[in-house]
């Protein structure tokens, strides 16, 4: 595992702040770039996740989540948040679209490992409620998106969604010990 | 909460988490996270929604580099965020009970240095600061002078100019045109970030918007020596200043 970085980052130390950004900006504008769907959007957003990162960078608890972990726990919300308040949203972008396939980033051992464990709890939801998370939570489609593709009824994609994530939340056996989460 | 039927409680949890709350879920959702248990369910929710959109991240197609202004705006922000984070020896002593002695002997070192400082460049004080300035920059060498760039503050306004500063003499000036209006409430304040300093950044004083459309100069008065100027950041701040900014309004920053 790497050295953690969020505590000195608490303690104002731009070198650990410098090498969170260099681990995972890649990251964050890719999952910012698939949800918004619009590059200038999705750079605006970046900034936003990163500025609440320093400002929660105190409350990381280690023992409840990796790094990365936190920063895309933060980038969701932010993320959710933008796409609430939006009026208008583009169309679901391709992932074959070019802007979204380009040279290597860092995708950190911390990430490959802990997606291959949330991947192979996922692999055993029921196909119907990982196709829908899937869409849901890694392409950033809303529920009525989810439900006009795959030709089920919103109400449906909502059960699959609800009842998926609460599985893979047993499955991965994530804690809830920490009430304040990285809010 | 893994029942065959969803009580309203955990469909609400759960929807939070997916980020699919609708109308008036919403209030009910945030009513319901005042409840101390719920609140840590969401933020475990949270997270194993996080580790899935990691999954589909990693599996899925390689992302595009990222633009390199965006990594600078990055590093831009970052700098101005903890610019703007001013030391505050009352926080720094309650975290570190056991270094007290060590904190406060530095910053007695400094504060001694400061008012030494202030006392060498009184007689200067009387004179304009653009003539001070320019007084500045005729001096050999050594100096730090860097251009002004935007903050993400919408509040930002259209801010040009420089920054001048000497490590010798521990002095600088601001130079600036285009900064917004405040009203009596607010007052600018500048921040510099020592990359030679572990804790915060140093408070560099405040400052009034100036004269709208013209130029003017500003003396810096750094409240703790300075030795590796790393940026100077202007955000906007309570009409006396502050000691913790929230930085909300970061409007500028210069870079060396």
């Known amino acids: 595992m790497q ?5 000195r980052i608490a303690r104002g130390d731009m070198p650990a702040v410098s090498e969170f950004l260099r681990r995972h900006t890649g990251m964050v504008h890719g999952l910012a770039r698939r949800v918004l769907r619009n590059a200038e959007d999705a750079e605006d957003a970046v900034q936003d996740i990163f500025l609440d990162v320093w400002r929660s960078a105190h409350r990381y608890d280690a023992t409840l989540g990796s790094e990365t972990t936190f920063v895309t726990t933060i980038a969701r919300r932010r993320l959710v948040d933008r796409v609430r308040r939006a009026t208008v949203r583009p169309a679901a972008q391709s992932l074959e679209d070019p802007a979204m396939l380009a040279s290597e980033e860092d995708t950190s051992v911390e990430l490959r490992e802990a997606a291959a464990i949330a991947q192979n709890a996922l692999d055993q939801l029921k196909p119907e409620q990982r196709e829908v998370l899937q869409l849901s939570l890694g392409q950033g489609r809303t529920h009525e998106e989810i439900a006009s593709s795959i030709g089920i009824p919103l109400g449906t994609v909502k059960s699959h969604a609800r009842r998926g994530l609460l599985r893979l939340r047993e499955m991965l056996g994530v804690k809830a010990d920490d009430p304040g989460g990285a809010r | ?77 970052a700098l101005a965020f903890f610019a703007a984070q001013t030391n505050s020896p009352q926080s720094a002593i309650s975290e570190r009970p056991r270094k007290v002695v060590q904190f406060l002997a530095p910053w007695l070192l400094a504060a001694l240095v400061t008012v030494v400082l202030a006392l060498w460049r009184t007689p200067r004080a009387a004179q304009p600061p653009e003539l001070a300035r320019a007084e500045l920059l005729a001096t050999p060498s050594g100096l730090v002078r860097c251009e002004w760039t935007p903050g993400p503050s919408p509040r930002r306004g259209d801010v040009h100019g420089d920054v001048v500063w000497s490590p010798s003499t521990q002095a600088g000036f601001l130079r600036l045109n285009g900064l917004p209006p405040l009203d009596a409430g607010h007052c600018y304040q500048l921040w510099i970030v020592d990359a030679a300093r572990t804790g915060p950044p140093v408070d560099g004083g405040r400052l009034e918007p100036g004269p709208a459309g013209r130029e003017f100069v500003v003396p810096i008065g750094a409240k703790l020596p300075v030795q590796q100027p790393a940026a100077f950041v202007l955000t906007i701040e309570a009409a006396d200043g502050v000691v913790v900014s929230a930085q909300e309004h970061v409007v500028a920053v210069a870079r060396p």
């Open chain 2, 1 to 77: 909460m893994n029942q065959s039927v969803l009580s309203r409680r955990d469909q609400l949890l759960v929807d939070g988490a997916l980020g699919a709350l609708e109308g008036p879920d919403q209030a009910a959702f945030e009513a319901l996270l005042r409840d101390p248990t719920a609140a840590a369910e969401f933020a475990a929710l949270e997270r194993s929604a996080a580790l899935v959109a990691m999954a589909e991240f990693a599996n899925g197609p390689t992302p595009a580099p990222t633009p390199s202004p965006l990594a600078t705006r990055l590093r831009d922000d």
């Open chain 1, 3 to 7: 050295p953690a970085l969020l505590p």
